[in-house]
């Protein structure tokens, strides 16, 4: 059993920066990529960004990609989400996810989410 808290979040000007941090228990949590989703309001939810167990490698969204930085730290069991050059339709709620299946496309265990607002 992996738990997931999410924190970090808060209110920020665009052009801004936030850090998100995803605080897991468990003993798992370091032996299986993780990632970073959100949702907006009256929107789905979505992929942000991914890393792999080992922290090698990672992956991003397309409207995120040079922006956001993912990074993992197995020791302490923790992820982050370095935020920068903030934008309004980054203003979601942000939810870490660990235990990605083999094939990348789901996540066992997810966290209550931490609510970042980028105000313009």
């Known amino acids: 059993q992996v738990q997931l808290v999410e924190s970090g979040g808060g209110l920020v000007q665009a052009g801004g920066s936030l850090r998100l941090s995803c605080a897991a228990s468990?003993?798992?949590?370091?032996?299986?990529?993780a990632g970073w989703f959100r949702q907006a309001p009256g929107k789905e939810r979505e992929f942000v960004a991914s890393?792999?167990?080992?922290?090698?490698?990672?992956s991003y969204a397309d409207s995120v990609k040079g922006r956001f930085t993912v990074s993992r730290d197995n020791a302490k069991n923790t992820m982050s989400l370095r935020m920068s050059s903030l934008k309004s339709e980054d203003t979601a709620v942000y939810y870490c996810?660990?235990?990605?299946?083999?094939?990348?496309?789901?996540?066992?265990?997810w966290g209550q989410g931490t609510q970042v607002t980028v105000s313009s």
């Open positions: 996810a660990a235990q990605r299946s083999v094939d990348g496309t789901e996540y066992k265990y």
């Open positions: 468990g003993r798992t949590f370091g032996s299986y990529g």
């Open positions: 890393i792999s167990s080992s922290g090698g490698s990672t």
